[in-house]
């Protein structure tokens, strides 16, 4: 049972750079939805998917883009890493109403550094 | 605007010694409070969801309940891999799937064998 998975698990980015986040769910959800996560704050939802074809913003989304061409896949592209978006990042997927079970099922993160 | 708030930030337990964690809530009606837990250098996992006021579910050694403004996460008895940050969450009832979920910072909770 793969869930959710993503990559890279770590990395090290130069301020400038830029680099794309994979995340991929076989669960057939519906719903896709990228965190991060800092010490001390609570998880901050970057940006979230419906279906594919159809994101939007989250609290988070300036730095960052997304696009969702399948079902399975919903990467987070960071472009000019700054700093300040040295993170955990988490991506997750769940169902949506009408099903009462939706919970969201979390991948294992990918943990960023930005110097 | 939603709002979660969780305490402690910390407990340290004997093994054994049972005690509660707190989730207080605000938000524009509830439709869903979940609990989470993560591991260090994991993605939070799924415990429960409790839907309204007076609703409980039990796992193993944890028991979560909900009222109109907060939910407890009771653990009794626990045992040394019980230690982990356990999270709270909140959906509005207005909003699809999860994408207004509010969590909180989270309890770092350890159990001392």
């Known amino acids: 049972n793969a869930g959710v998975t993503q990559t890279p698990k770590f990395r090290i980015l130069k301020i400038g750079q830029s680099m794309t986040l994979q995340c991929a769910q076989d669960?057939?959800?519906?719903?896709m939805y990228w965190y991060r996560q800092d010490p001390g704050m609570g998880l901050k939802l970057i940006y979230y998917s419906v279906g594919a074809g159809i994101t939007d913003k989250g609290e988070v989304p300036n730095g960052y883009n997304v696009s969702r061409s399948t079902t399975e896949d919903f990467p987070l592209r960071l472009e000019l890493a700054a700093p300040s978006q040295t993170s955990v990042y988490f991506c997750?997927?769940?169902?949506?109403?009408?099903?009462?079970?939706?919970?969201?099922?979390f991948g294992q993160g990918t943990r960023l550094t930005v110097v | 605007e939603d709002q979660v708030t969780q305490s402690p930030e910390a407990l340290r337990l004997q093994e054994g010694e049972s005690s509660s964690l707190n989730c207080s809530y605000t938000?524009?009606?509830?439709?869903?409070l979940f609990w989470y837990r993560q591991d260090p250098g994991k993605g939070p996992e799924f415990l429960f969801t409790l839907y309204s006021a007076g609703e409980e579910k039990e796992k193993e050694r944890l028991k979560a309940t909900l009222t109109k403004k907060e939910s407890f996460l009771h653990i009794t008895a626990p045992k040394p891999e019980d230690s982990a940050t356990y999270l709270c969450?909140?959906?509005?009832?207005?909003?699809?799937?999860?994408?207004?979920?509010?969590f909180g910072t989270g309890t770092r909770l350890t159990i001392i064998p």
């Open positions: 969450a909140v959906q509005a009832k207005e909003n699809f799937g999860n994408e207004k979920l509010t």
């Open positions: 997750a997927s769940s169902w949506t109403r009408p099903r009462r079970d939706t919970e969201a099922f």
């Open positions: 669960m057939n959800h519906n719903y």
């Open positions: 938000v524009s009606g509830l439709r869903g």
